[in-house]
């Protein structure tokens, strides 16, 4: 997780972007702070959305990482070469990828990081973003005691931003996070102006393999056993809780304590095979586990029983506490065990 408590903007510069012909304003200074309050509001608009995310990316090109633009850019800014330059490239080589007719001009922002902490390490960052919608707000004034003035404009404020990317550098492949909310009929932010992949480490490894377990829990395993919702709930809480009590994962270890069954393991074993060759994922069988993902990954994992459109259970623990059955005049029901009364 990222923490920005300590994080300092080292250097900021803005850019306007016009995709249509060579109207685009780029600025040749930086911006000069008059006061931390400045500072202040910039970290909160522009790093605090990044806190909550969790999914972690890094740097892909097909051939060479060298050929990746956004990649060779990061990497000069990271060893101090000429910080206004290479955002004025950064600025073209986002305006050369715009080729779609619904993207719209906007505003870029650069901001070169020290102090941002991921995982108890700190880390240099650089942050690019990229405005296309702006919020309203009122401004008022005072022009005397008995008359007061309101003045409408626009700007950008705590709103969500549109396109953003958060580079850190740590060792590489640097760690790259993403923000991309405009709703335009294309991906070119991710795929062709950062050009991105999954980062294979802990969080990634969490996340991929919780939603190998629930989509052979929920969709594979009923075709193949024959399995009721109660124990369907069972194994998904008990897959979750292997991930919060446990510091390290072991796949092994995991199958035996949550499957139990050989043929249930096995079933399972060919789902991740076949599941992880259609998705060309690389998912380690042992690693440390992330907790954010975990706490992201839990709140999919559905422990309601859902009854007709009558009863909703919520079966959070102990499997031995709800029996199944049936009547002799074949209504269906559960019988449900407990100590106390909430």
């Known amino acids: 997780m990222i923490q920005i408590e300590e994080a300092i903007i080292s250097k900021l510069i803005y850019h306007r972007i016009n995709l249509e012909g060579d109207n685009s304003s780029l600025s040749d200074t930086l911006y000069d702070f008059q006061d931390d309050e400045e500072e202040d509001v910039l ?24 050929l990746n633009p956004l990649y060779k850019l990061a990497q000069s800014i990271f060893e101090d070469d000429d910080f206004i330059a290479n955002s004025k490239h950064i600025c073209q080589h986002l305006k050369s990828v715009s080729k779609h007719p619904n993207i719209k001009d906007g505003d870029l922002f650069i901001m070169k990081f020290d102090n941002i902490q991921l995982n108890e390490n ?3 960052g650089l942050g690019i973003y990229k405005i296309e919608n702006k919020e309203s707000f009122i401004e008022t004034s005072a022009y005397n005691k008995s008359e007061a003035g309101l003045s409408f404009k626009k700007g950008i404020g705590t709103k969500r931003l549109d396109k953003a990317c958060l580079i850190l550098f740590t060792e590489k492949p640097f760690t790259i996070f993403v923000i991309d909310n405009a709703n335009i009929e294309t ?16 969080v990634n490894h969490t996340s991929q393999f919780l939603t190998i377990t629930k989509k052979f829990l929920t969709k594979q395993m009923p075709t193949e056993f024959e399995v009721s919702k109660a124990d369907q709930i069972d194994l998904l809480n008990r897959s979750v809780e292997y991930f919060k009590t446990h510091d390290n994962f072991e796949k092994q270890e995991f199958e035996k304590n949550v499957f139990q069954d050989q043929s249930v ?41 859902k009854l007709d459109k009558n009863f909703h259970i919520y079966i959070h623990g102990n499997r031995d506490m709800i029996e199944q059955g049936i009547e002799q005049d074949g209504r269906k029901f559960y019988k449900i065990y407990f100590d106390k009364e909430a």
């Open 43 to 66: 970290k909160k608009i522009f790093l605090k959305p990044f806190v909550s995310n969790v999914t972690t990316y890094e740097f892909k090109h097909d051939i060479d990482i060298e």
């Open 187 to 202: 991906d070119y932010w991710q795929n062709e102006f950062i050009k991105l992949a999954l980062k294979k480490d802990n």
């Open 122 to 124: 700190v880390y240099e």
């Open 265 to 305: 393991i096995k079933a399972f074993q060919n789902f991740d095979n076949s599941y992880r060759q259609e998705n060309a994922l690389e998912i380690a069988d042992d690693f440390s586990i992330s907790p954010q993902a975990v706490k992201k990954q839990a709140k999919i994992f559905k422990s309601v029983l």
